[in-house]
């Protein structure tokens, strides 16, 4: 069974790195709903990440 409490803290607005992958960039939160995650990335464009897999990095602005 899914575990649907998880929630992550992130909140859109915020900029922030993937740990795994700094070819990427820098990216901005879009949405943060449960564990689905959307950053915008510099190089990469627009991401789907599960935020129970990928912890990403906050960028302080």
């Given amino acids: 069974m ?3 409490t998880f ?3 992130l ?10 992958l700094p070819e990427w960039g820098i ?8 564990h689905r995650v959307t950053v915008n990335f510099e190089h990469m ?3 789907a990440l599960d ?3 990928v912890t990403l990095t ?3 602005g």
């Fill in 2 to 4: 899914p575990d649907d």
């Fill in 7 to 9: 929630r992550s803290f």
């Fill in 11 to 20: 909140e859109p607005g915020q900029w922030v790195r993937h740990p795994d």
């Fill in 27 to 34: 990216g901005q939160v879009q949405s943060a709903v449960a």
């Fill in 45 to 47: 464009g627009k991401v």
């Fill in 51 to 53: 935020a129970r897999i």
């Fill in 58 to 60: 906050v960028v302080s």
